[in-house]
């Protein structure tokens, strides 16, 4: 089996940082993207930032210039690096990765729990 287990949620202040961080593990054979979407209370699911096994980015308007995925390909994790945060980035942020399972044949999606983010005004 694979899970993604994400962590480093929190409160902050407008204007702070926080680092989310998720890990693969099991029975993994090979991982194509990896990315983060949040969801806020009545809202639907979003993107948040995509990131390639060769580190190609893409990232929500939203988040441009205030928030920087990536990975290390060794560990199997993606993180999210949010500075600058504001209000309405509060939400749940998931994590989720394209993974062959070692057993094949097709890449399928995986996603992690969720962590809560929280930014105060």
């Known amino acids: 089996q694979v899970q993604l287990v994400e962590s480093g949620g929190g409160l902050v202040q407008a204007g702070g940082s926080l680092r989310l961080s998720c890990a693969a593990s099991?029975?993994?054979?090979?991982?194509?993207?990896m990315g983060w979407y949040r969801q806020a209370p009545g809202k639907q699911r979003e993107l948040v930032a995509t990131?390639?096994?060769?580190?190609?980015?893409n990232y929500a308007d939203s988040v441009k210039g205030r928030i920087t995925v990536s990975r290390d390909n060794a560990k199997n994790t993606v993180s999210l690096q949010m500075n600058s945060l504001k209000p309405e980035d509060t939400a749940v942020y998931y994590c989720?990765?394209?993974?062959?399972?070692?057993?094949?044949?097709?890449?399928?999606?995986?996603w992690g729990q969720g962590t809560q983010v929280t930014v105060s005004s």
């Open positions: 099991g029975s993994i054979f090979s991982i194509n993207a």
């Open positions: 989720n990765a394209d993974i062959l399972h070692s057993g094949g044949p097709y890449y399928r999606r995986y």
């Open positions: 990131i390639t096994s060769g580190g190609s980015t």
